[in-house]
């Protein structure tokens, strides 16, 4: 059974899509995990949502590509808080937009250790609690890069099919337990993202010239609403895109 103020814990709660959604469901009277390497920022902000929004929250160091720091985070934010309930694998980068034969090892190795670890080892660190605690909701982050590949984009879509693939198959696993399954899959997002990908704000400015792109709150919307969804709802999979933007390769532009 639903608990009245379930524990959500959310990772890469320091800006973009993770701030977004700790702000959307600390309005639904979540109690808050908020883990990323920026700790003033998640400490800030939870300590922002608990005065606006009397819930409990609570953030602290998490840097999902190091099994300790997991453990650490896991376990402090279950003596703080109680059994997380709800899991949102939101922490994810890309890092540049180079062809195969120019990608560097540093940046797949980022890439890969965040995007692909860092979801499986939170996950598997999370799931005995919610076994326990008879309801939980796991979210992840995919993207239309889950669904499909684009020049320059090798590594960044692996990942995210990645995680497409772990969600179906947690889906399988754990089927006849309390325990939902969601991927939000979104396409251009105005975020952090793009300064991390190309390395400057000028470069991720033009991505976004002359379009309309999603903000975080709208993706932070789409969980809000599948995790307030009666239990026997499971929504699957959100792909949710800028209304200009039909595919990768085609987004509409006022020039
Ligand atoms: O990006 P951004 P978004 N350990 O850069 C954190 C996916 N997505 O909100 O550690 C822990 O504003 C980082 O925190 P910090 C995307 O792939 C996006 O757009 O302090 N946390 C920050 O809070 C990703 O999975 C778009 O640097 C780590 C957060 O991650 C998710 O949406 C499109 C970490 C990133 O915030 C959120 O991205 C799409 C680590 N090792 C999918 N490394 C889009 N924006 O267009 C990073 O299809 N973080």
């Not at 090892?105 to 797949?108: I, V």
């Not at 947690?170 to 399954?181: C, H, N, Q, S, V």
């Given at each position: 059974?639903r608990?009245?103020?379930?524990?959500?814990?959310?990772?890469?709660a320091?800006?973009?899509?993770?701030?977004?959604?700790?702000?959307?469901?600390?309005?639904?009277?979540?109690?808050?995990?908020?883990?990323?390497?920026?700790?003033?920022?998640?400490?800030?902000?939870?300590t922002?949502?608990?005065?606006?929004?009397?819930?409990?929250?609570?953030?602290?160091?998490l840097?999902?590509?190091?099994?300790?720091s997991?453990?650490?985070?896991?376990?402090?934010?279950?003596?703080?808080?109680?059994?997380?309930?709800?899991?949102?694998?939101?922490?994810?980068?890309a890092?540049?937009?180079?062809?195969?034969?120019?990608?560097r090892?540093?940046?797949?190795d980022?890439?890969?250790?965040?995007?692909?670890?860092?979801?499986l080892?939170m996950?598997?660190?999370?799931?005995?609690?919610?076994?326990?605690?008879?309801?939980?909701?796991?979210f992840?982050?995919?993207?239309?890069?889950?669904h499909?590949?684009?020049?320059?984009?090798?590594?960044?879509?692996?990942t995210?099919?990645?995680?497409?693939?772990?969600?179906e198959t947690?889906?399988?696993?754990?089927?006849?337990?309390?325990?939902?399954?969601t991927?939000?899959?979104?396409?251009?997002?105005?975020?952090?993202?793009?300064?991390?990908?190309?390395?400057?704000?000028?470069?991720?400015?033009?991505?976004?010239?002359g379009?309309?792109?999603?903000?975080?709150?709208?993706?932070?919307?789409c969980?809000?609403?599948?995790?307030?969804?009666?239990?026997?709802v499971?929504?699957?999979?959100?792909?949710?895109?800028?209304?200009?933007?039909?595919a990768?390769?085609?987004?509409?532009?006022?020039?």
């Open positions: 059974m608990p009245e103020h379930p524990v959500a814990l959310i990772t890469g320091s800006w973009g899509i993770g701030e977004a959604t700790a702000r959307a469901l600390a309005a639904d009277g979540f109690h808050l995990a908020l883990g990323a390497r920026s700790v003033e920022r998640v400490s800030s902000l939870a922002e949502l608990a005065t606006t929004h009397g819930i409990q929250a609570w953030g602290g160091p840097d999902v590509r190091d099994g300790d997991v453990q650490a985070f896991l376990d402090q934010a279950t003596e703080r808080l109680g059994t997380v309930h709800v899991l949102v694998n939101n922490a994810g980068l890092r540049g937009l180079d062809r195969i034969e120019d990608v090892d540093a940046d797949w980022e890439m890969i250790r965040t995007n692909v670890e860092g979801v080892r996950t598997r660190a999370c799931l005995p609690a919610m076994r326990r605690a008879g309801w939980g909701h796991v992840f982050l995919g993207s239309t890069a889950s499909g590949v684009y020049e320059g984009g090798a590594v960044y879509c692996g995210k099919h990645f995680v497409r693939a772990i969600t947690l889906r399988l696993e754990l089927l006849g337990l309390p325990i939902r399954i991927s939000v899959d979104p396409g251009m997002v105005e975020t952090e993202f793009s300064v991390t990908r190309l390395g400057s704000r000028e470069r991720a400015d033009a991505v976004y010239r379009m309309e792109p999603l903000v975080a709150a709208d993706i932070a919307e969980i809000r609403w599948a995790v307030g969804l009666p239990d026997r499971n929504i699957d999979q959100i792909l949710v895109k800028p209304r200009d933007q039909a990768f390769h085609r987004v509409h532009r006022q020039s």
